[in-house]
């Protein structure tokens, strides 16, 4: 069986960024927590936890002396609550996200309806929205686009993680419904260039494991896109969710990571895939860095 790792998979820079933050954070003196998880996926979150950072929910009850803002990014008004209280803030938001937050200020500024293509519950897109001043709608399908009402100036802005055909989509359904409107491709290509990396993948192999937490937009975001090339395709968190029937009579797998899932995981699944081979010598083919 020959195993292929996609050409761009796992941590991408964002993350990459967020972890290092995140490492050089932990303190024997300081109490810093994360507000929620610092990336989706449990892994992680489990590594810093270890290490005294854990995620907090709840702002009011908050105890500590830091806190990292996650890659998602917050809204800024929980940012000068956090400050009013002298809390230390070590900001890990994604340089992109904060792209997406400096665009929504500004189109909101300028009096544009705002609407956000993205997942309502989504952490980036709560933070997006305090960036709008709460004052945005928020969009995850054409068929809500086709029943909006039409505006004068609209401003369209989309989740990082998002399908970026589907966003255009999006926006051609938008087009009647303004008379004034401006859009913003504010997905980042960290995100294209996996699912551009697994759709090349897919093509190639009887069957795809997307390996990332299944709380992780842009993992969900890799298994649909495999699914769509018709592939058979698992989403799996860790090696220990690979079921050896999958591979009965399989020649060649192919491996893809979401943004946040980190190496180790990926090696760990590449090594477990070792036993489920049906005696035949097997290949290991890694098209792609670990470290991109
Ligand atoms: Fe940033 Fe894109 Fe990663 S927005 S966190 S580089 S998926």
Redesign the pocket.
Known sequence: MQVILAEEAGF????RR?FKIAENTVSDDLHWVTLGPLVHNQAVVDHFTAQGISPADDMEKLAADGIIIR?HGIAPQIIANLQEKGIIINDAT????KRVHETAALLTAQGYEIIIYGDYDHPEVQGILGWCNNNARVIASVDEALVMPVVSKMGVISQ??KNESDFYKLVAALVPKAKEIRAFNTI????LKRLEAARILSRKVELMLVIGDKSSS?TKTLARECQISGVKTQLIESAGDLIPAWFKDIKRVGITAG?STPDWIIKEVLDRMTQFDDGAPQEQTQQGNLSN
Do not use: D, E, I, Q
């Open positions: 991408c820079a964002g993350v967020a890659s994604c340089p992109l996200v990082t993680t980042c290509s960290a995100t842009n943004a």
